[in-house]
Structure formats: structure tokens, C-alpha cells
């Protein structure tokens, strides 16, 4: 059950280098990123997989020194659209007409609102907005983690101009938004492993009119 797996998960201070995630369940936790609802279904990121070593140790310098970055199995980056520009969203409506069959009216008009919308504000509402989608993703994908019984690490504990550097993210039009270390727990040597799981009460949080 969904619950019992979002209990079991923690936000894993220590990974084992030695245990690496077999690649099926990756690709599973990836496909849920990717099947993320996004706002007008523009899915405004990207999902980096950092596996070489040497770029994982510049990571660290600017990741504080997180010691998951490095001794995690996978390293997901989730990077966030810089802007949106008219050719982004063309993209999306174009492939959607594509692969429904073709244009409707409806959908016609919804594509200019967005280009008449999006591409004349500000460049850093617009990242806001497209970070904000890149964290629907994160969330999935860390949920996807747990139900996969893999561990992970959600973090904002890091220089994004940093890691924007070293994975030439700007030249793409990508600013880096979380990071997502995936792996195993290393028992024993984790001091958040196996503490009470602590949240606000239930009433606190929801309130019903
Ligand atoms: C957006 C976000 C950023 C976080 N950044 C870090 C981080 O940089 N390093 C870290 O060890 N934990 C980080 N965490 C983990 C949180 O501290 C943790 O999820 C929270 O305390 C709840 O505990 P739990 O995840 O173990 O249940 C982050 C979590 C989220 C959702």
C-alpha cells in the first residue's frame, strides 16, 4: 500500500556506495516523473542522470558537501525550463495534435492563450512556474522511489548555479531546481535511520468547510 511505503521512506542521510539500484527500477522511477501532471501539460524540465564519478565530486563541492551525492547509485537532477518561449510551447501543442489526430478548435485556441500569454512575461516568473511543475515530477518521483523500496534523498541543498555549471544546464536553457540521490540506506551508519517518522498533526494540516 502507497502509505505503508511513504512511511517506510526517509530522507536518507547515509547511501552504501557499494549497492547499486538495479536499472528497471530507475527507469520505473523515471517514467513516473515523466506521467507527471504539469500545468497545460507542458512538462517545462528535464531529468539529468548523473552517473559519471568525476562529475558527481564537482557536484559535491557545490552540493555542501551531502555526502549522497556521491555515494548514491543514481544521481537525478531535475532541471527547470529557463523561460517559455513560443517554440516550447509549439513543440508541445504540435506533438499533441500529432498524436491525437490532428487540431481542434479548442485546442487551437488554448495554444494561443498560452503564446499570448507565457513568452512576453518575465523570465523569472516564467522559471518560477516551470520549477514549480519540476516539483510535481520530484514529488512522484520520490514517491516512486519508496514504492520501489529504493532510497533517496530529496534536496535543495545545493548551489544551483553550481550545478548548472558543471552540467552546462544554461547553454540548454536549464536552470537545476532539486537533486535526487537514489540508493540504499547504509544501517548503522545513518543517524535519521529507524527515528520516528515526526509530522504536523492531521488537523493542523487539513481543514474542511
Ligand atoms: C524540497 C526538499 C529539499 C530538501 N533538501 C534536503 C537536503 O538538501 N538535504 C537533506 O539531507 N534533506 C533534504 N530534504 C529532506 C527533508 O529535510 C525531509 O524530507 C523532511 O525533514 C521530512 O523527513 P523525511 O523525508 O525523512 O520523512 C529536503 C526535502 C525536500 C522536500
Redesign the pocket.
Known sequence: MLLDRLKW???T?KMDPAKRVPEEKVDRILEAARLAPTSSGLQPFEIIVVKDPAVRAKILEVG?G?S?IVDASHLLVFAAWDNYTAERINEVYDRIAAERGGETEGLKAYRQRLLDGYPGRDPEANHQHAARQA?IA?GLA?AAAAFEEVDA??????DPDGVDAILGLRERGLRSV??LPLGYRKSGEDW?DGLK?VRRPREALVTTV
Do not use: C, V
Request: glycine letters at 4%; hydrophobic letters at 35%.
Open positions: 521512506r526517509y530522507a542521510k555542501y551531502q549522497q516539483y520530484f520520490i534523498t530529496p534536496m535543495e541543498g545545493f532539486t537533486l535519521l517518522k
